[in-house]
């Protein structure tokens, strides 16, 4: 009887092996799946996010401050449309470090049909801004006027109009001009950029004083021929450079300019410090 049951066993064995599906041995290398890396945990690790707000620049203005868009006439009751037809010097920027030919534009008021120009015509404030010089005939720009106005303050639309100029390295003047600049730009600290328009060639001095605000359009004097001038005529000079500098006096090519003057003259006219900007781009 044990060996019965054996035998049945043994047989229930081998049709149990004989149904089954033959085992095919693979000795193919087994397929890794890549696990995702762990980050390691540290508290002061920062992940940074996106922004959609673009990187800011001296060019661009912040929409918090930037609210100048007004441009006027530098002529009272001349519109900007009929300000090209006054040009009597147009703008034709100098060399590096040269201090000529002209570095604004001339406007004046003549006669119809008659090249002789007008004195006593009301100049006027093209843009908004703080007064930062007054200059009672000095020479070159004899009566003048000197008008910031901070770039962030301005509009984009304004910004782009006037192409305004990256900052460059400050040049060296040419070597027949004295300019001691240490005596300027030592005080100037600020990344910060501004607008300078200059008035000059005024009839009298500028009732005005440095730190006074003035409006779009404000009568600021009347064209004159003071200082290097033959006829009268209002120089409009337009740069870019740091802000908050304040220009208390700036003279050259005179006698009775002092070193201070000097200093103040050429960091403005020819050291690239303060870059020029076509007046024409602003007024058109």
């Not at 008035?199 to 600021?220: F, M, R, S, T, W």
Request: proline share 11%; hydrophobic share 35%; with cysteine.
């Amino acid at each position: 009887m044990g060996i019965l049951r054996f035998s049945w066993s043994v047989l229930l064995i081998l049709l149990i092996a004989a149904c089954s599906e033959p085992v095919i041995k693979d000795n193919s290398p087994t397929p890794t799946i890549p696990l995702p890396a762990k980050s390691p945990r540290s508290s002061s690790t920062t992940i940074p996010l996106p922004s959609s707000t673009p990187t800011r620049t001296q060019t661009l203005p912040t929409p918090a401050k930037a609210h100048i868009s007004q441009v006027c006439s530098p002529l009272d009751g001349i519109s900007l449309e009929e300000i090209p037809d006054t040009i009597v010097n147009p703008y034709h920027p100098p060399n590096a470090g040269s201090d000529d030919p002209h570095q604004g534009v001339d406007f004046a008021s003549r006669f119809d049909g008659d090249s002789f120009a007008l004195e006593g015509y009301p100049v006027a404030a093209v843009l908004e801004g703080q007064v930062v010089s007054v200059l009672e005939n000095r020479f070159p720009y004899g009566n003048a006027i000197m008008i910031e106005v901070a770039l962030e303050n301005l509009s984009r639309d304004t910004i782009v109009q006037l192409e305004i100029p990256t900052p460059a390295p400050t040049r060296s003047p040419h070597p027949s001009l004295t300019c001691p600049m240490e005596v300027f730009t030592s005080t100037l600290e600020t990344d910060e950029r501004s607008l300078y328009l200059l008035y000059a060639h005024l009839k009298d001095a500028a009732p005005y004083n440095p730190g006074e605000e003035i409006h779009c359009g404000q009568v600021l004097g009347a064209t004159g021929s003071t200082g290097n001038a033959l006829n009268p005529h209002l120089h409009l000079e337009v740069r870019v450079g740091p802000s908050e500098a304040w220009f208390q006096s700036m003279s050259h090519y005179d006698t009775s300019a002092t070193a201070e003057e000097m200093s103040f003259y050429c960091a403005w006219r020819v050291s690239d410090l303060f870059q020029l900007v076509d007046p024409m781009l602003l007024l058109k």
